[in-house]
């Protein structure tokens, strides 16, 4: 008989409001705090201490208005944060400093979030939606250089970019963009030559979110509907749809796939997340706790699997935080 799911090892409460982003920092150097950061609708990055369960520090550049991506760049002292108020924010926490070191105007009015790409040591590519509704900037950080813009070819109707993956194969090879749509597609970019090398109608609906597992030229959607989308991506950089997973439940806000690639967590729209094996998208369980839409996923980087996380952040305004499969 299937065991039932688990309760959440612990919860995090006190954003006293929604929460839309969470990122972990978890480093192997001991004695590094494991700790995570939320982005939450009332403008506030909070730093969560894993250990005390309690907010070491509460980040404010975003005036009041939500924050809906965090990402942390090579360690737990430099971070980027990115708002409603159309602002990227890049940060230095080092010897506790609290200050905006740098920002990007985005001009942007959606609520696409940004995605990082390390390219060099100290040096990175940032995706994002750019002024014109139907096009993705990418620029490099820090320096701020624009590398290029991405534009629909004329009559694409793709609509807004939704959610954005920046990857690379290896170090040698040149990144490339996935981007979903407002029209339900999926966008392969090839950013030196600016233009798409692949498109593929995964959703009825916009795409909400999307992760890829670059090892296996394999990615995953979801959206407003009750299917998950799984795609590939072939040798001559074509996608193609693999097959598609129904759900209980329409409404998909997050997806994301553990780093070791063999599971994946859901957010969804029913307050529930949802585990699957990422081989064959066998469901694993259903963690069920919230009691509103569930905005975020997001896996730890400990390098102990014994050791690794999960979080939820959630309309409720509170983070679960579980420790499930962690054997695999």
């Not at 593929?200 to 989308?229: N, R, T, W």
């Not at 064959?280 to 996923?297: E, G, N, R, S, W």
């Not at 996380?309 to 309309?315: P, Q």
Request: contains cysteine.
């Amino acid at each position: 008989m299937a065991l039932p799911p688990p309760d959440p090892q612990f919860v995090l409460r006190g954003t006293s409001a929604a929460v839309h982003t969470l990122r972990f920092s978890c480093g192997s150097q001991e004695p590094d705090v494991p700790i995570l950061f939320s982005g939450s609708e009332n403008g506030f990055i909070h730093v969560w201490n894993l250990r005390t369960h309690r907010v070491d520090t509460a980040l404010d550049g975003h005036g009041g208005k939500s924050v809906y991506c965090v990402e942390t760049m090579g360690g737990k002292d430099r971070l980027l944060s990115q708002g409603r108020d159309q602002r990227i924010c890049l940060w230095d926490l080092a010897e506790g400093r609290t200050a905006v070191t740098d920002s990007v105007f985005t001009e942007n009015v959606g609520f696409c979030r940004c995605s990082l790409l390390k390219v060099a040591q100290g040096r990175w590519l940032m995706a994002m939606a750019a002024k014109a509704l139907e096009e993705v900037q990418v620029l490099e950080l820090p320096s701020k250089t624009s590398v290029c813009t991405l534009k629909p070819e004329v009559g694409a109707k793709l609509g807004m970019p939704m959610c954005l993956k920046l990857w690379q194969l290896n170090c040698g090879s040149q990144p490339v963009l996935l981007a979903g749509y407002e029209d339900g597609s999926v966008v392969l970019w090839n950013l030196s030559m600016g233009k798409a090398l692949s498109q593929l109608v995964c959703h009825q609906e916009p795409v909400m979110s999307l992760d890829f597992d670059s090892e296996k030229a394999k990615g995953i959607s979801g959206s407003s509907e009750k299917v998950l989308s799984i795609w590939s991506l072939n040798e001559l950089q074509n996608l193609q749809v693999c097959k598609t997973h129904e759900l209980v439940n329409a409404g998909i806000s997050d997806i994301t796939i553990r780093p070791d690639k063999k599971i994946l967590a859901t957010a969804g729209w029913d307050h529930r997340i949802r585990i699957f094996g990422w081989k064959k998208m066998k469901p694993l369980a259903v963690l069920d706790y919230h009691t509103a839409t569930v905005h975020c996923v997001s896996f730890s980087d400990h390098k102990n699997p014994s050791e690794r996380l999960l979080a939820a952040g959630s309309k409720d305004h509170r983070i679960s935080i579980w420790s499930i499969y962690t054997q695999t």
